[in-house]
């Protein structure tokens, strides 16, 4: 029931947290910024109007955002939301879920390849590079996961007794993999400095240029996908963050939001405060979080 | 056994038959796809037997009365066969209509000769017990398939593919004979079970020098360098049965001498995980810089066959160290890679053959806006292109998961076993990511957007057997990656006659297919709401058509479309060390640009050391020994009077 519960709560407020990135960048800009509910009132905006396709488009561009939006929901259900056991869970379903986060991303770049715009050829170009080394990263974290806990599934890692946060035994060790998976986080989810979700010239974009030529419920979904992937790796990250040993469900529901809302406020910060990188330089920035992560494995390792 | 050896004659009568109807070719080519269809169906039928059997079921006779010749089915006999005889009647299906040229109708049938024969000895290659028996039929073997290579032989460029691939056929069954020479000598017997007993030096020895000779057969780099002009040398048809199922004999030579010989040292293990992640990442490397599609498949072909080393690495690993999940878990989901390898590339294949047939365009960048016009084409292909970047819910994602799960129990152990497991992971998770980019380019290149240049006639849909061969593979792709317990099962069911090292228990294997089938169903289930809820969205909006937003562009041409090169540059300009890339360009120099040309080439590296450090320095020192070639024939003569005289008096 908490189960159920929790990912009830977790599906409901997810459009709710980027609200709180772009009040952040508008008071950094001294501005008021628009209300929290933002994005809320972008999605019925958007269920509210038709589309416009392209006559070079198939059936492909039209299959992208339902799978990009059914993936990122396939993953939410194996999340351990402030450390609630979750829906499902196996050995093994990390894997899983981001293969099919994979998947998603397989079908954003083809639809984009389907306009037969070079914008979106672009941006899927710099998708299928940056996302190859970005999974490099994300498996390096797991195997170091892995090798704290011994168990195999998020489930294993983010509850029970033995879930890994920096309250753990091992939670200086923990630091390096939140930086890390914080930099993998801004990599999948478009953020600055990696790619900026604000802009719409193509010299800048990667995910906001392949999405160019949906409209409407389309887009609407492919927006929703995206909020719960943020959501995803945001939790991944708050769910490290996590101070003290687990205390009782709603207790750990309203301190695991905190914390969530802390992430959120430190992507906005970030965002107000660095400049967009050279696109020559982001592949620099994802090994930079890969080899955090892989120091960190090293620590963990006793060459016998 | 003997409901094998009726499948083998079925086949081998549906190579020979149509060789009587030529006159009437139609007919002729209807025979042959029906005589091989009904053996590889009875092959399944006797598997499926012979399987539920505890007893393993063998045959032998004497060969010139000194050479025993002896031929038996066990799990891992079958798990090797199970790909052939499913995916042979679905490429014979195929080539009924690829093949339909009529004025070749003599080549064709003895291509289809040819390819009845190639089927039946990789049949005795998988069921051979004896030295003989494994040397006649590997031979047999690498002959049918050169003669099946060279089918277009007016062409200069697959004359000398086919060149090629003799020599490297020619010299890896040299190694291998070499190896299994020092192991009758060590032993004294010709039969496979005798050979466990030789010295542990001699097992070392004899397992490198096959794996050389085997790994050149099955693509591992840096012995790969045929296949990447055999195959597009190749009709679409063989270029499938090549990469899908006989390379596997390599793996299948492989395995079979790493547990004949029965040596858990660990250097084996490790050297099969090196040389299967170097494969991996390699192979995709190079066919994200490949602009022919059929090349690009083959260097696709060396990289999951770098998969199923690393899962096979694992698996010796797993023996090594005593870690009897890891084993268990790594070979099955090598085995079970080759049979999911086996259907997805043989579809890719098949899709690029029904394009060059229909466009007669090779490279990429002249493609696009297929699907159109090639629908079927275009969905089987993009299924196929799901199924090999590993993503789940289809049946790539299967056998990768099993080798990942191999891998996440050697991170539990110390020291060197558990950086190699690290390395394999980190490995599989690059080389998957560089597939999905691999792939996405093929797709969205070839088959979405708008065409690049036209071609000479209009694109029409491939023929119907082609279109029922390629919609079959997908169906099974995705059949296994919903359903997948019968494949994992048939998987771990291959380990079962190969010794209590990779014993499985009903309990490793556990809920585990049932857990993947959860979660390909939950992901569909989401899918189908999504789409119920998207079709009610749109019920009354207005949606309308138009061109592609061009950003203030008033003359949009398809030209200015995103290229294969294009989309490729950084990734493989990424791995340039390990990957030369070569580009040739006229600069554009004035205000008012006339015409430019690029053009950019991804050369193999082994290729390029092959050439450097074997053929020059050969070349020269033969160079300075062609004196000896004079022409006199007297001196011929006396050149065997010599060496009788040195062979009498010494010998």
Redesign the interface.
Known sequence: MESVLSLGLALILAPLFPGIILKVKARFAGKQGPPLLIKYFTLAKL?R??????????F?FRLG???A???A??VL?FFPFAGIAPL?A????V??LF??L??G??FT??A???????????G???E??F???A??A???V??LF??LN?S?SLAGYFSGPQSISIAGPQGALLLLVIVALFMVLLTENSRVPVDDPATHL?LTMIHEVMI??HS???L??IELGAFYKLFFYAALVASLLKPVAPMGPVADTLLFYGLLTLVYVVIGITESITARLKMDLV?KYILTSFALAFFA?ILT???? | MDILLTALCLILAGGLLPLGLTRWFGCARIVHVLLLTAGCLTGLYGLFLLGQQAALPSVSWSWLQVFPLSLSLDSLAAAFLLPIFLVVPIIALYGYHYLEKGGHAWRTVVHLFFFSLLIVAMVLVTLADTLMAFALAWELMSLASFFLVIFDYEHEENQRAGILYLLFTQAGALLIFAAFGLLFQATGSFAFAHWAQAPHSIKLAAFFLALIGFGSKAGVFPLHIWLPHAHPAAPSHVSALMSGVMIKMGIYGMLRLYFLLDDPAPVLAQTVLGLGMVSGVLGVVHALGKHDIKRLLAYHSIENIGIILIGCGLGMLGIASGNRTMAAFGFAGGMLHVLNHALFKSLLFMGAGAILQQTGMRHLDQLGGLIKTMPITGRTFLAGSVAISGLPPLNGFVSEFLIYYAAFQGLQSRGLDALLAIAAILALAIIGGLATGCFTKVVGIVFLGEPRRQPATAVTEAGAAMRAAMLLLALACLLIGLWPEPCIRFAFHGLRDLGPLVAVTPEMIGALPGHLALAAWLFLGLLLVLTVLRHLGYRAKPVTQSTTWGCGFTRPTSRIQYTGTSYAQDMVAFHQPFVRVQTAATPITKIFPGPTAYASHVEDLAEIGLQRLLVRPVLLVVDKLRWIQHGHIQLYIGYIVLTIAVLLLVV
């Open positions: 269920l109007k038709g589309s416009v396709y392209s006559t070079s488009t198939s492909v955002p339902l799978v939006c059914a993936s929901l396939t259900p499902f196996f050995p093994g379903d894997v899983v293969y099919l994979g998947l991303r397989f770049i083809v984009a390849l389907d306009t037969g715009s070079p914008f979106e050829g672009m899927a170009a710099r299928a590079f996302a190859t080394l999974e490099a994300i498996f390096a797991l195997i892995s090798r011994g195999f193509e160019l030529d409407g419920p389309d609407a979904l592949p494995i390792l006793e060459i016998a």
